[in-house]
């Protein structure tokens, strides 16, 4: 997808134990869509195994590795150990968000995705490329400094239309990619569901009730709609424990699929 300027960023799910085997297995998985793999840190407010550590073995397997940094959980000492081992394995591209209340402990409080940001791009060693870095968004007006970042994620959306409608809202010079979740049971629709920040269809939570594999389809239809529109540069993808399936639907689809403005150029 890549060759065509659409990109799929596929999310995996760093491991909460000291063996890398399953994470290894969601790459290899999913190499045959991805054009990158990005790894979430301490999400859900869980421990788990090093983004910047993931990366590093997502690349040893012949992939882009994104590690996500929160600025929840360190201080500048501690964001700067990150880089610097970043370097150290020639991990050049972050995604910096905020973070998700952590289970247990509290806060750091001392950096802001923002700084976050000034800090990476005032950090260089020699003989390394120079950090990109992201940021998230929801689908609201985007702060400046954010639109300075070098690429932008969006919060996950089960509706084109609005996807569509708020990418229409907002003048951005950098590479957009939109997020698509997996709804992979019936018990994450009816809890995704009750989040005033996520709007999912009643149809879709109905439908996933009766087919566990809707929602599935359901994401596999919205990345190829979110691509044949033009409007962003790619997606990113959580499969959750679906990535089997998705990729495998994908593989069959999403590369043999021309977008309305690119055919006969492919």
């Known amino acids: 997808m890549a060759a065509d300027g659409f990109e799929l960023v596929c999310e995996v799910e760093p491991p909460t134990r000291p063996d890398l085997k399953r994470v290894r297995h969601q790459i290899g998985v999913m190499s045959p869509i991805a054009d990158a793999f990005l790894i979430p840190d301490n999400h859900i407010g869980r421990a788990t195994v090093s983004s910047v550590a993931v990366a590093n073995e997502v690349q040893a397997m012949g992939s882009r590795g994104i590690a996500c940094l929160n600025s929840r959980d360190r201080n500048l000492l501690g964001f700067r150990r990150d880089l610097l081992t970043a370097a150290a394995y020639g991990v050049e591209q972050f995604l910096f968000v905020h973070g998700d209340d952590p289970a247990e402990g509290a806060r ?47 919060q996950v959306s089960y509706d084109l239309d ?35 920040q996520l709007s999912i269809p009643p149809a879709l939570v109905e439908a996933v009730d009766q087919d566990r594999d809707a929602g599935v389809d359901h994401a ?47």
């Open 108 to 154: 750091t409080s001392q950096l802001t995705v923002r700084t976050m940001i000034e800090q990476a791009r005032d950090t260089s060693y020699p003989g390394c490329n120079p950090f990109q870095v992201g940021a998230a968004t929801r689908l609201r007006p985007v702060p400046r400094w954010k639109a300075e970042a070098d690429f932008l994620y969006v």
């Open 220 to 266: 596999c239809e919205l990345i190829l709609k979110i691509r044949d529109s033009g409007a962003f540069d790619g997606v990113h993808l959580i499969p959750v424990s679906r990535y089997r399936q998705v990729s495998a639907r994908l593989e069959r689809e999403l590369r043999h699929r021309v977008a309305p403005d690119r055919a006969g150029t492919d």
């Open 162 to 196: 609005e996807l569509l409608r708020w990418r229409d809202s907002v003048v951005l010079d950098i590479p957009v990619y939109a997020g698509v979740m997996v709804l992979a049971s019936a018990k994450m629709a009816h809890n995704l569901a009750a989040l005033p």
